[in-house]
């Protein structure tokens, strides 16, 4: 009879720790307040029916003891709470990429080496894996209870999420938000494996190319690459080195060309219009490409440095809120 | 201020169930006595129904697989329990039941300052049902009650817009019914009934009025928003027609997270009424109970991002609503603290009502602080959407809620009827909904823990333990509430007659007769003393 989940990720024992604290301070708390009415019930029942107890009316000792100490003692909970969330909030600089798309009722799992695997997804132990997110159709949640992580997966937009597996072993993957018919048939396994065990899985098995090739492939067939030139100005922006810099729009702003950026300019081109270019060219291809295949285009126009430099590097940039998200932390900036 | 006396012919006197008979004396009635009963049968009926498919789903988890019904019938079923029980349950419950009869009589007054908005708003709380029910009968809705978009505006293939009608429709009565003790709070006092005398039940009907006339308007709205979304592709909150899914959760939880007040408060105002009657004791804190329901009402309505940690929400955002989730926390401990005090040197009875009182304290001080686990952020990114969030609002509605409701209708019952119930089937049943509600709820705090996600048809085999243990649970509450139903309607035709005041209890109700005549009172009470003032008889009448 399991009563703890397994704890296989850097953050897990952290998560416990704070649970744990959670639960002993609300076990003395309810120990106390049961406890008490006991007592009292028992020793102030009912001993004549005509008895009348003398009136107490209150204290505001006693109200401003009750209210203030339980609430320093929820602020403890609140911080330390915070202080795990705000730790884990972006990814750390050097974790390694893995694309997933949530449909009803899958998980489509694509790795940048060109993998890809449905309702499972394999990682190396230590070492920080972010997850980027997008859903073909309503909101999912990707949730892996054994790494205490979760993130919905909003239509859309993209999410991010990550974890540093840290035991080896097979875990549930499980949608938490409900998302129709099949939504608990929307699980699948992570498999955290030794970083070794883990290069040799992803050279197994035979692949179409790593995801930078499936996305030039698919600029080809796709006819962007009519427009946008690889080496010379052509009717639309040259790609090369656009990813993570700062991008002149027409109107004055100036956008990072992160993943939520591509992905926009490729289903809404004329959302935001590059400087020195004009509206209404590109055509949209929203409802012509799968949310897989735009990651394959992003993870392609990322490949593409400028000869002499890194490609760019996986900040947390991406988790850019959309229009959408009033409270988003990128919002104003857009 | 009259003093009836146990008159051995009571049911003979002229009251408001024998002024008039037949059922258009029901169905046209203004008495807000007699709507108040409209509302006890119609509620009755709808959590009979909601818990119908509580157990039809208590069934299907039983075991790990989906083998009772197909999926689409298992989400239709917790879709269904959800929608019923909140809005056509738990939402009108007290307020419009127990807060209909007696709001008016605590405070001296003959009726609600609207008696024809008051028989309006049950008409249009039963066409609210209908529709529901209609979405049942034609085959159901799978959104989940809380009909999170892009899934219910634009891929569901239920009947989503005739259930949102149905809750759009109710949404109404129940602004009418905050309306309408609005001001019957505000003007019909009786004299002497100042602010500071007023039951601490009335004051909570009046918070929870406060919250039904704020927020309904903003979930009629964004419900209405789905349904155009759904009938005229009118992109609000589909990405793929240019809306924005967050957006509904916005909307929906602005209404959604105080709606849990407005369940709640209600039951905590009854507490305050058993707690002080079984103690025979004046309250302790008075103004700090009564204060911290509108601190309730209000702060309630700024922690709705609490439901949204994982949904990409604004890290600083996530703060902000962690932080004053807290705060919220604290007048709900303060009225828990406050209760506990009041039996301090007390007479402590153990009548059924009072064994319920206990149970609400216990049990929503567990609902109380798990809800804090939740506003924790480093916690609630793991259990979200797990069973510990399903445990702990049924810890809240259920253990909280539902124990006051039954706690305030076995307590008012001899008032509402003249009959006495019996008590030693009473206390047996209460004693059966504690220990079934426990059984079925706590184990779901480790489920939920251990990661079993909510909604799920099948699940990991891992967790079959404790879903054993919460239908075993689900079986023994069910019959907890079903005793009730049973010796409640037996006492109706062969109860002993209650009296005027079978507990000696303080408050204007229970100076008149039982049941009260049409009017409440034969002439209107002069009010001469606080509330609870159990101390100022030199002895306690009984019956």
Redesign the interface.
């Known amino acids: 009879?399991?009563?703890?989940?397994v704890a296989a990720s850097s953050i897990a024992p952290?998560?416990d720790h704070?649970?744990w604290y959670?639960s002993i301070v609300?076990i003395i708390?309810?120990a106390l307040?049961?406890l008490?009415?006991f007592i009292?019930?028992v020793k102030?029942?009912?001993?004549s029916?005509?008895?009348?107890?003398?009136?107490?009316?209150?204290?505001l000792r006693?109200?401003i003891a009750?209210?203030v100490i339980?609430?320093l003692v929820?602020?403890t909970?609140?911080w330390?709470?915070?202080?795990?969330?705000?730790a884990n909030?972006s990814p750390p600089a050097d974790a390694m990429d893995v694309y997933a798309v949530g449909k009803?009722w899958m998980w489509k799992v694509q790795y940048p080496e060109g993998q890809r695997e449905i309702n499972e997804l394999h990682v190396p132990i230590g070492r920080p894996v972010k997850v980027t997110l997008a859903s073909e159709?309503?909101?999912h949640?990707f949730?892996i209870?054994?790494f205490?992580?979760?993130?919905?997966v909003?239509?859309?937009?993209y999410?991010t999420m990550w974890f540093t597996a840290t035991k080896p072993g097979r875990y549930?993957l499980?949608?938490?938000?409900?998302?129709?018919?099949?939504?608990?048939?929307m699980?699948g396994w992570v498999t955290a494996m030794n970083p070794s065990d883990y290069e040799n899985w992803l050279t197994s098995g035979g692949s179409d190319g790593s995801m930078a090739q499936q996305g030039e492939k698919l600029f080809q067939q796709m006819g962007c690459s009519t427009c946008h030139l690889l080496d010379q100005q052509g009717r639309c922006p040259i790609l090369r080195g656009v990813y993570g810099s700062r991008v002149q729009l027409s109107d004055g702003r100036s956008v990072i060309a992160d993943d939520a950026y591509i992905r926009e300019s490729i289903l809404n081109p004329n959302a935001k219009i590059v400087a020195g270019f004009r509206p209404d060219i590109m055509p949209t291809f929203?409802g012509q490409i799968s949310e897989e295949g735009i990651l394959q285009l992003i993870v392609y126009i990322k490949s593409l440095a400028i000869e002499g430099t890194p490609s760019a590097p996986n900040g947390g940039t991406t988790?850019a809120?959309?229009p959408?998200?009033a409270?988003?932390?990128n919002?104003g900036k857009q | 201020m009259s003093t009836a006396l146990a008159d051995p012919q009571l049911t003979e006197q002229p009251n408001y169930l024998n002024s008039e008979y037949g059922w258009k004396s029901w169905l046209f009635t203004k008495d807000h006595k007699r709507i108040a009963i409209l509302y006890l049968i119609s509620i009755t009926v709808m959590f009979m129904i909601g818990g119908i498919f509580a157990l039809l789903i208590r069934l299907e988890l039983l075991t790990p697989e989906g083998d009772m019904v197909n999926s689409d019938t298992y989400n239709k079923f917790f879709t269904m329990h959800g929608v019923v029980m909140v809005f056509f349950f738990l939402i009108p419950s007290i307020p419009a039941t127990l807060g209909n009869f007696f709001v008016p009589m605590m405070i001296g007054a003959k009726d609600l300052a609207f008696p024809r908005i008051n028989l309006l708003s049950w008409y249009i709380y039963i066409a609210g049902a209908a529709f529901a029910l209609a979405a049942i009968v034609m085959g159901g809705v799978d959104t989940g009650w809380t009909f999170y978009t892009p899934f219910s505006s634009t891929y569901s293939n239920t009947f989503v817009i005739t259930a949102a009608v149905g809750v759009f429709i109710a949404g109404f009565s129940s602004i009418l019914t905050g309306l309408n003790f609005i001001v019957t709070i505000h003007k019909m006092r009786a004299p002497g009934m100042t602010w500071g005398r007023l039951p601490l039940f009335v004051w909570a009907n009046y918070a929870t009025s406060l919250i039904q006339v704020l927020g309904t308007p903003v979930v009629a709205i964004t419900l209405a928003l789905v349904a155009l979304e759904r009938a005229f592709h009118i992109g609000i909150f589909d990405p793929a027609i240019g809306g924005d899914p967050i957006l509904f959760q916005h909307m929906f939880w602005f209404y959604s997270h105080p709606a849990v007040y407005i369940m709640i408060l209600p039951g905590m105002g009854v507490i305050s009424e058993l707690v002080t009657c079984f103690s025979r004791k004046g309250i302790f804190g008075y103004s700090f109970i009564a204060g911290s329901s509108l601190g309730i009402a209000i702060i309630g309505f700024l922690v709705w991002g609490h439901h949204m940690f994982v949904t990409g929400m604004s890290m600083y955002a996530s703060l902000y609503f962690s932080f004053l989730t807290m705060l919220v926390a604290v007048p709900s401990a303060i009225k828990v603290f406050n209760w506990t005090a009041t039996m301090f040197r007390g007479s402590i009875s153990y009548d059924t009502p009072m064994l319920y009182a206990f149970g609400f304290i216990g049990l929503f001080t567990i609902g109380g602080l798990t809800g804090l686990f939740l506003g924790t952020l480093g916690i609630d990114v793991h259990v979200t959407d797990t069973y510990f969030v399903v445990a702990h609002f049924h810890y809240v509605m259920v253990g909280g809620m539902v124990l006051a409701y039954m706690g305030g209708v076995h307590f008012w019952w001899p008032k509402m009827t003249g009959k006495l119930y019996p008590e030693g089937w009473a206390k047996f049943s209460a004693l059966l909904v504690f220990a079934g509600f426990n059984a079925t709820f706590f184990p779901q705090f480790i489920a939920g823990y251990l990661g079993q996600p909510r909604r799920y048809h099948a699940y990991a085999p891992e967790f079959q333990v404790y879903n054993v243990m919460s239908t075993a649970g689900a079986t023994i509450l069910g019959l907890g509430y079903l005793i009730p139903l049973i010796y409640l309607t037996w006492s109706l035709r062969y109860g002993k007659p209650a009296g005027n005041n079978p507990w000696g209890a303080k408050g204007l109700e229970w100076e008149t007769t039982s049941p009260p005549p049409t009017y409440n009172f034969e002439k209107t009470p002069i009010v001469t003393e606080e509330a609870y003032a159990y101390s100022h008889q030199k002895e306690i009448e009984v019956g």
């Open positions: 009879m399991p009563f703890l989940p952290e998560v704070l649970f959670l609300s708390m309810t307040i049961f008490t009415i009292f019930a102030y029942r009912r001993r029916p005509n008895e009348v107890p003398k009136p107490i009316h209150g204290s006693l109200e009750w209210s339980p609430f929820m602020l909970f609140f330390w709470g915070a202080e795990i969330f705000f909030a009803q159709d309503v909101i949640s949730f209870p054994a205490r992580v979760k993130h919905d909003v239509p859309g937009r999410d549930h499980f949608c938490a938000e409900y998302c129709g018919t099949e939504h608990s048939g699980v929203q988790t809120g959309q959408s998200n409270f988003g932390p919002a």
